[in-house]
């Protein structure tokens, strides 16, 4: 039973364009809910987290957006690089993420071609 | 600087052997993790710990172990191994305050 589920599996993005990753949850106790960067040959680092007081949490050219009733929440890269590329997942968690027990969704491979 | 690091990065076993992939690190949290990666699956919860001699099961847990001695320390035990154990598995370390996890770079397991 997959708690998160993260779409879409890949996505390939010119360079300068927008990608959007979406993930979506059903467990109503999530309050806490970061994206996670991973590079190849290397282990996932926290991108940005949301929790859900607010609907939208920016930083830089990365920014979530919240949707509490619909229990979905999605990172958007604004003028995406090649430097972007890399495997994003999105994650949650209960009690406002201090147990850090994260459930992750299955990862989006981003490719940002130049 | 404080890190985390998992030992070996690549290992290679035969069915029904025993093997112990090493986490440790060096911020001293308290709160210490497992997981495995798997295309299509993302990452899945083997066992955690919330201290010293605390370990807890996790989503997917059969056929592992772990134990926890020491704050820095949080080993990974495969009793027998498995073909399907065949995997990339990362340790992380949090804090508690911010929820932020810290992964290890990743130990590279295949089973034959």
């Known amino acids: 039973q997959q708690q998160v589920k993260q779409s879409p599996q890949s996505l390939i993005v010119q360079k300068g364009g927008i990608s959007i990753i979406n993930c979506a949850y059903e467990?109503?106790?999530?309050?806490?809910f970061p994206w996670y960067q991973q590079f190849p040959g290397k282990g996932p680092a926290l991108l940005i987290a949301?929790?859900?007081?607010?609907s939208e949490k920016k930083e830089g050219r990365f920014t979530i957006s919240f949707n509490k009733s619909a229990k979905q929440f999605s990172l958007h890269i604004m003028d995406s690089q090649p430097g972007d590329s890399a495997t994003y997942f999105c994650?949650?968690?209960?009690?406002?993420?201090?147990?850090?027990?994260?459930?992750f969704g299955t990862g989006t491979l981003l490719a940002v071609q130049p | 600087d404080a890190e985390i690091t998992q030992s070996p990065r690549h290992k290679i076993t035969e069915t029904g052997r025993q093997v112990t992939l090493a986490c440790h690190q060096t911020?001293?949290?308290?709160?210490m993790f497992w997981y495995r990666q798997d295309l299509g699956h993302g990452l899945r919860l083997i066992h955690y710990?919330?201290?010293?001699?605390?370990?807890n099961k996790g989503e997917v847990s059969d056929g592992y172990s772990v134990s926890r001695s020491n704050t820095e320390d949080l080993p990974l035990t495969l009793e027998s191994a498995a073909s399907s154990q065949t995997s990339v598995y990362f340790c992380?370390?949090?804090?508690?305050?911010?929820?932020?996890?810290?992964f290890g770079e990743g130990s590279r397991l295949t089973v034959l």
């Open positions: 994650a949650a968690s209960t009690n406002g993420g201090a147990t850090n027990k994260l459930i």
């Open positions: 949301i929790r859900p007081d607010v």
């Open positions: 467990n109503t106790a999530f309050d806490y």
């Open positions: 911020w001293n949290h308290n709160n």
């Open positions: 992380a370390s949090s804090r508690e305050q911010t929820g932020e996890l810290f």
């Open positions: 710990s919330y201290g010293v001699h605390d370990t």
